[in-house]
């Protein structure tokens, strides 16, 4: 089993920039493919990005393509969202999550149903 907590979430204007962080817990979190969702009020949940166990494959939804970035250290358990150039329509719980059931590929990684373990989620609000 794995324990996800995000954090860094906050305010920020249009433009600006955020990074959140996820620390995953067990010694296995190097095995696990991770992916970041979010979920804006009254809208349904939405794949924003993801990277595989090793940090060599990652990918993104349109929306947020060019403007976000996702990285992983194994060696410290953790795995990052650098969000630049934010729009309101940013705005959102963001949410990680992690899988190693096998089912993580190229054309499963956007599919809430493959991931076993979610943290929290942390808030951020961009206003314009």
């Known amino acids: 089993q794995v324990q996800l907590v995000e954090s860094g979430g906050g305010l920020v204007q249009a433009g600006g920039s955020l990074k959140l962080s996820c620390a995953g817990s067990g010694r296995t979190f190097s095995s696990y493919a991770m992916g970041w969702f979010r979920q804006a009020p009254g809208k349904e949940s939405e794949f924003v990005t993801s990277?595989?166990?090793?940090?060599?494959?990652?990918y993104y939804a349109d929306s947020v393509k060019g403007r976000f970035t996702i990285s992983r250290d194994n060696a410290e358990n953790t795995v990052d969202l650098q969000m630049n150039s934010l729009k309101p329509e940013d705005t959102a719980v963001y949410y990680c999550a992690a899988t190693n059931s096998g089912y993580y590929s190229s054309r499963s990684y956007k599919y809430k149903g493959i991931y076993d373990y979610w943290g929290q989620g942390t808030q951020v609000t961009v206003s314009s």
């Open positions: 990277i595989n166990w090793s940090g060599a494959e990652t």
